[in-house]
């Protein structure tokens, strides 16, 4: 009983059908979990969003502050004169400015009491 090469090619799906389609699932599953738009590349992507999303949330907080902070800077009398005393050093008619030196790192450290004397 001689089996003939066009049995063999029929037998062949039968004989190796299930190992190609294990081999075949998995090949996808790893590309699914690994590839370029895999499981663990969107999970990335989801973390890199949130980091992106937190950035763009102090900023538009930051944003808002600046707003408020130029809308005093144009509208209210008590911003404005407190910026012309302390940066630009001005005053109402009649006051008069003092201005000390700035103090140095040393004049502003506390002396160190004095070690005893060893004696001899």
Do not use: C, S, W
Request: aromatic fraction near 4%; avoid cysteine; glycine fraction near 4%.
């Amino acid at each position: 009983m001689k089996v003939t090469l066009e049995e063999r090619v029929k037998k062949l799906p039968h004989h190796y059908g299930t190992h190609l389609l294990v081999i075949f699932v998995v090949v996808l599953l790893v590309h699914d979990v690994f590839g370029t738009h895999g499981y663990l590349a969107m999970r990335r992507k989801r973390i890199e969003i949130q980091k992106v999303n937190a950035e763009l949330e102090r900023l538009n907080k930051e944003n808002a502050a600046l707003d408020r902070d130029v809308k005093d800077l144009k509208t209210d009398p008590q911003t404005i004169r407190k910026i012309a005393r302390e940066e630009l050093g001005l005053a109402k008619p009649g006051e008069v400015i003092i201005k000390l030196p700035a103090q140095t790192p040393q004049e502003q450290a506390p002396a160190a009491p004095a070690a005893p004397a060893a004696k001899p």
